[in-house]
C-alpha cells in the first residue's frame, strides 16, 4: 500500500465510526522508546523513522509532529503532499487540533498507547474547545496493517545477583515500603525497564531495549502480580525471584484492578498508559500521583552495578579503538566506505568482545552533512552515502553486554576537514571538558549543570538542540530517567551511583555534525571541606580517545589541555596490552601528548 492508499484506509475506519480525527503516537502499549516491529505503527502511517512524533489524521488532510532532532529528517522521510510538517514544541499538537476542529467535532484515540498524563492535559484542551474525545476499543491502524509482524516469543534473561548487587525479594520489600510510607497500599509499576529491574531479569522483546514486555502490581510486603505472557518465563523463575510473584497473562489485568477497589494506589501518570489508570479508576480504586518508585533506586546504581559499567566500558571502549584504528588505515589507504559498510565493521568488533549482547541503540554512522541529523539513522533512506574527503564522520554507538550499557559518539577527521569545523569541534570539546570538570554540591541538578556544556558555544551565538545529557542503565535502557541535562527543568538531583551521558555537539544543516560523548558515573567528591555541603563529581566510565585532528590548540587553556593529556593517558594504558602491535601503534599516536608540553 502507498501512503495515501494507508490514509484513505484509516479514515475508512475513522467513518464507519464516526470520528474527524484520529491521533497516532509513536509509542505503543508499553510506552517505551523501542517498540517491536508490529507496533510501528506511525512508521506505517508516515514512514517517519524517529524516536518521538506525533501523525494527526483529519477527514481531508494530515500532519505530523517531530521535535528539534527530527525537523531535517522528517523533511526526507514523509510525503509532504500528504502530511504538513510542523514542530512538536513550536505548534503543540492538542492546542492545533482545538484550534483546526469544529465544535462536536470527534476525536479518536487509543488510550493504550498514551500515558495518563497526556490524557488529562488532551481531555481538558479538548473540553474547553467543545471536543468529543472518543477512547477506542481497537487501535484503527491495526484494522487497515494487513501485513502486520506477528508478536514474538523469547525467554527471558536471569540476572546472576553478582551483577545486580541486590536479590528481587530485597528489591520488592524495600520498594514496597516505600510505596506503604507513601500512604498507598499497591503501585502500578508500569515501565518495563523498572519490571526487569525490580525481578533481575532481561528480555529480548524489543530492539536494543533487553526487557520483557508488561507490566506489574506491587502491593505491601513485597507480592508482585506480573502481568506478561507466561510463555516467557523460564525454568528456575520462581526460585530466582523468591516468594510472593504471581505470572498473569495481560488479559488478566482486569480482575486484578477490580480487586483493588477502595484501595489507594500509587502511580506513575507520566510512565503509565491511560488504558491502566481508567480502568483503575473505574474499579473504584483510589490513585495516588506519584513518580515511578522504583525509578530512582534503579537510577543510583550500587557497587556490583557500577562494577560491571566499568567492565563493560573497557571491553566496549577496546572494540572502539580497533575499529577507529582500522578506519583511519583505510581512509589513508584512500578507501572510502559507505556508512551502513562501517556501522556494520563497528558492529563485528563490538560482537567479538565478551558478554555482549547486541547495540544499545542503532548505530548513528553519518558521513559529512548526514552528521547534521543528529538523530540520523542511514538505513532510514534508500540513498547510499559514503565517507566524504576533508569533511568529518560521527560515530554515536553503543553496545548491550550482560554487565552493562555503554553509549559513545566520537568526530573523526576524514582528511583535512578545514578551520571552522576544527575551531567549532574544540568549542564542542571545550563544554565537554567543563561538565566532566564540575564540582557541584548535594542537590544540584541537570538543568543546573547544562551551562558548563553550552558557555563556549553561546560566547560565538551557536547551540544545538538536544539535551546534554540522559541516564543509562545497567544492561537495560540507553535512556534511562530521572537524571538528565539539559535546558528544559529537571527536578532530580544528581546522585552517588547514576550514570549519565556528557555529549554537547554542533550541527550545520547539510554540511556536519560534531558530538563529544562519554559516559560518566556520579561519585561523592573526596574534597568535600568541613564546613561545606556534601560534594559530588563525575568520573569516566568511557575508554576512547577524541581526534586531536580536529583540536584547536590554541583555544584550549593548560587546564584543559591538561585534561584531555591525562584523559589519553588513561584510555592509552587500559587497552594498550590488549592490543596487537599495529592497533598499539595507532593509540600511541592517537592518544600522544598535545599543546604546549606535545
Known sequence: MTFAERLACVRQQMNARGLDALIIPRADEYLGEYIPERNERLRWSSGFTGSAGIVIVLADRAAIFVDGRYTVQVRKQVPADLFEILHLVDTPHLAWMAD?????????YDPRTHPFSWYLEAKKIFAEAGLDFVGMDENLIDACWQDRPEATTHTAILMTESLTGSSSLEKRRMIAAAVVDKGAEAALVFAADSLAWLLNIRGQDVPCLPVVLGFGILHAGGRLQFFTDPLKIPSGFDDHVGEGVDVLPES??????????????????????????????????ELIAQDDPVILPKACKNSAEIAGMQNAHLRDGLA???????????VHEGRLYSEGELADQLFEFRSAGDQFRGLSFDTISAAAGNAAMCHYNHLNFDATSYLEMDSVYLVDSGGQYLDGTTDVTRTIAIGNPGKEIRQRFTLVLKGHIALDQAMFPEGTNGTQLDVLARQFLWGEGLDYDHGTGHGVGTFLSVHEGPQRIGKQFNGYALQAGMVISNEPGFYKDNAYGIRCENLVVVREAEANHKDGPKMFRFEALTAVPFDTRLIETDLLSSEELAWINDYHSWVRQVHETHLGEKDRGWLERATRVIGAHA
Open 320 to 330: 572502539m579503538v580497533r575499529f577507529l584504528a582500522w578506519l583511519d588505515h583505510e
Open 100 to 108: 483546526q476542529l469544529e465544535q462536536g467535532a470527534r476525536v479518536g
Open 252 to 285: 488478566a489485568a482486569e480482575e486484578a484492578f477490580a480487586a483493588l477497589a477502595g484501595k489507594k494506589v500509587l502511580a506513575d501518570r507520566a510512565t503509565t498508559n491511560a488504558w491502566c489508570l481508567l480502568g483503575l479508576r473505574a474499579a473504584g480504586a
